[in-house]
């Protein structure tokens, strides 16, 4: 059984940060990409932020410089690390994992992030 549980959601207002937190389980950690998707309601789930087995980092345009995903193999989680965050982020997040071709087309619960004055 693969298990992702995403943490650290919250409420928070604009300029403010939250870190995320996605423990794995299930799985080989260290030898798969990672990553960190939103959804708010009625749009499309987008991916966010990626990070390799290797390391390398990748961000959609809209976050380039406001967050940072990091991942740790000995204690099999990934983090997102959330600054100066904008009302345009509001979502629910969630993280996944790449397998053979493409995302693993199965979701957790996420956490809800709500930037709001």
């Known amino acids: 059984q693969v298990q992702l549980v995403e943490s650290g959601g919250g409420l928070v207002q604009p300029g403010g940060s939250l870190r995320l937190s996605c423990a794995a389980s299930?799985?080989?950690?260290?030898?798969?990409?990672m990553g960190w998707f939103r959804q708010a309601p009625g749009k499309e789930r987008e991916l966010v932020a990626s990070?390799?087995?290797?390391?390398?980092?990748n961000y959609v345009d809209s976050v380039k410089g406001r967050f940072t995903i990091s991942r740790d193999n000995a204690k099999n989680t990934v983090n997102l690390q959330m600054n100066t965050l904008k009302p345009e982020d509001t979502a629910v997040y969630y993280c996944?994992?790449?397998?053979?071709?493409?995302?693993?087309?199965?979701w957790g619960q996420g956490t809800q992030v709500t930037v709001s004055s």
């Open positions: 996944n994992l790449y397998k053979n071709t493409d995302w693993r087309n199965c």
């Open positions: 299930g799985i080989i950690f260290s030898i798969n990409d």
């Open positions: 990070i390799s087995s290797g390391g390398s980092t």
